[in-house]
């Protein structure tokens, strides 16, 4: 693997449009769901932690004490640039703590290949008594292989570069990045 340090990134959505993006996601998800007293938020650690945290703030002002999280660790990468297969820890806790009868929307970082999403969709399918989305902050199209699209995106990017910050990392670096950036070396 290379060594990459933050110089080899080039910022593709500062701190200031991911937080316009991410009110108007809020909006969208919220208007979506009026009808429901409680919607569960289902994000996928780590790499959806920053992302559902602004996320959930933006939904609690507009409808305070609607949305209930439970968490789920899955890892489809790990330390890799090729998928390894994913892998859900944590399951049986948000089995038996979700509003089953409430919508669930699965969150996370990135759609690009689509497996982790389907995977956790799936599985919590057959928890829930009602319907299951998906909301990311990018929908990455370069390297879809399933016949998925999430339901709500902050940003879409049609290629295959690899994408770090806000959650997004290269091999475990660069999470913390305020802002979504490429980086522009070939891995």
């Known amino acids: 693997m290379k060594d990459i340090d933050v110089s080899d990134i080039e ?8 937080n316009s993006e991410l ?7 919220n208007q979506n769901f009026l009808n429901y007293e409680s919607v ?8 959806g932690i920053i992302f559902v945290s602004r996320l959930i703030t933006e939904l609690e002002n507009l409808r305070p004490g609607c949305y209930k999280m439970f968490p789920l660790i899955a890892k489809t990468y790990g330390y890799s640039t090729e998928s390894q297969g994913t892998k859900i820890y ?3 806790f948000l089995a038996d703590s979700l509003d089953k009868n409430s919508p669930s929307i699965i969150v996370d970082d990135l759609m690009d290949t689509g497996e982790t999403l389907i995977t956790v969709m799936n599985n919590v399918k057959k928890t829930s008594n009602e319907k299951v989305y998906t909301a990311v902050l ?3 199209l370069g390297k879809r292989n399933n016949f998925i699209e ?5 940003f879409v990017l049609n290629d295959k570069r690899w994408v770090v910050g806000y959650g997004m990392d290269y091999l475990g670096k660069f999470r913390g990045l305020e802002y979504v950036g490429t980086i522009n070396q070939e891995l």
Do not use: H, M, S
């Not at 910022?11 to 991911?18: M, R």
């Not at 569960?40 to 650690?45: A, K, V």
């Not at 999430?150 to 902050?154: A, G, K, L, R, Y």
């Open 40 to 47: 569960n938020l289902i994000p996928i650690l780590t790499g």
């Open 11 to 18: 910022v593709l959505w500062d701190k200031n449009q991911i």
């Open 150 to 154: 999430p339901d709500f995106n902050c």
């Open 90 to 92: 944590g399951y049986e």
């Open 23 to 29: 009110e108007r996601i809020a909006k969208e998800i």
């Open 138 to 140: 990018l929908d990455k």
